[in-house]
């Protein structure tokens, strides 16, 4: 496992003269990695810690709000849920986690958790805060693969925006198994943005093949090019693969925000991508054809690009 070789991309000159250098750095991460952090972004410290704090609160309370919220079926828009496992015989939780659909805020925040009393509103200030960031992001990705700012703006509007909130306990034992934590998967979004509250994702290098640690610095925010993204852009970007490991010291949280086209939306390679040399790579989907997928496959993540997978089309030798 590395520490110094994720990416930092400062987009504090976005808007600006600086945009064209930005624009390719992104492009050079999302080609080469598939993540990088983003560095002086706008998102207020107290939004993002305020986020955070109602995450931890609502993973640490005893209510029956996690009750009533607790569901294993992965088609509702808001579910808590635990992710158990055996460890030398003693059954442990490696992991809390709750989802909500986020956009159009309106229309799901009444069905988010009531308690903490402040959950609503500072997750809700986070999570349109987050979107108009990944908005930024996605433009300046959109134009990095020469499609323009303005590809897919449109059909964002009506997209789906998914935050899955994550709260790791403790675990004494040094090593459970290899995936107790976050096994290593890719993301089924265009991108995913994640707030950590301390170290424990890692990433892997597509070149090397090597776990890369996050580095957490103060307020930085991981970007993953997602598995639809892979498909825009004909397999140019590839989704990242993370995982969370155990070892870890304290308990830790962590907030992704995936964003998506809405759930029938198909999403399919840029015409523009697709030439001679490099034909259609990936068969068109939606969000739906995955959460079928998903719960067919019974599992509520799934290995690494077991997803993506199924999309990419075998070239004729
Ligand atoms: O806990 C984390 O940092 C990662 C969460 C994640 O990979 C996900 O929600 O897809
Ligand atoms: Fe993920």
Redo the contacts with the bound molecule.
């Keep these: 496992m590395s520490l110094s070789a994720v990416p930092v991309i400062d987009i504090s000159g976005l808007q600006g003269v600086s945009r064209f250098s930005i624009v390719s750095d992104i492009g050079k991460a999302c080609r080469e990695k598939g993540y990088f952090q983003v560095a002086n972004h706008t998102i207020p410290s107290s939004t993002l810690h305020g986020a955070l704090n109602v995450a931890s609160a609502f993973f640490d309370s005893e209510t029956d709000e996690k009750q009533k919220l607790m569901s294993d079926d992965i088609i509702k828009p808001v579910r808590f849920h635990m992710i158990k496992e055996m460890v030398m015989g003693e059954e442990k939780i490696q992991r809390f986690f709750l989802k909500h659909y986020a956009h159009p805020l309106e229309e799901w925040i009444h069905m988010w958790p009531s308690k903490p009393l402040e959950y609503r509103k500072k997750m809700g200030t986070y999570s349109v805060e987050i979107r108009q960031l990944a908005l930024q992001v996605m433009e300046a990705i959109m134009e990095s693969l020469g499609l323009g700012r303005g590809y897919l703006k449109n059909q964002m509007d009506d997209g789906l925006q998914v935050m899955?909130l994550?709260g790791y306990p403790l675990c004494e034992h040094t090593n459970p198994s290899p995936s107790f934590g976050?096994a290593p998967?890719s993301?089924y979004s265009i991108i995913?943005i994640?707030f950590?509250s301390s170290p424990?994702?890692e990433e892997l290098d597509p070149e090397t093949k090597t776990w890369e640690l996050l580095p957490h610095r103060y307020d930085s925010l991981c970007v993953h090019v997602g598995n639809y993204l892979e498909v825009i852009s004909n397999g140019l970007y590839k989704s990242a693969v993370?995982k969370?490991s155990t070892n870890r010291d304290s308990t830790r949280v962590?907030i992704?925000s995936l964003h998506s086209l809405s759930i029938d939306e198909q999403v399919c390679v840029a015409d523009k991508l697709v030439t001679e040399c490099t034909p259609k790579g990936y068969k068109e989907s939606n969000l739906r054809d995955f959460l079928r997928f998903l719960s067919i496959n019974a599992g509520q993540?799934l290995q690494c690009n077991a997803y993506i997978d199924t999309l990419k089309i075998k070239k004729a030798d």
């Design positions: 899955a994550h976050f998967h993301d995913t994640v950590q424990g994702l993370h969370v962590s992704t993540y």
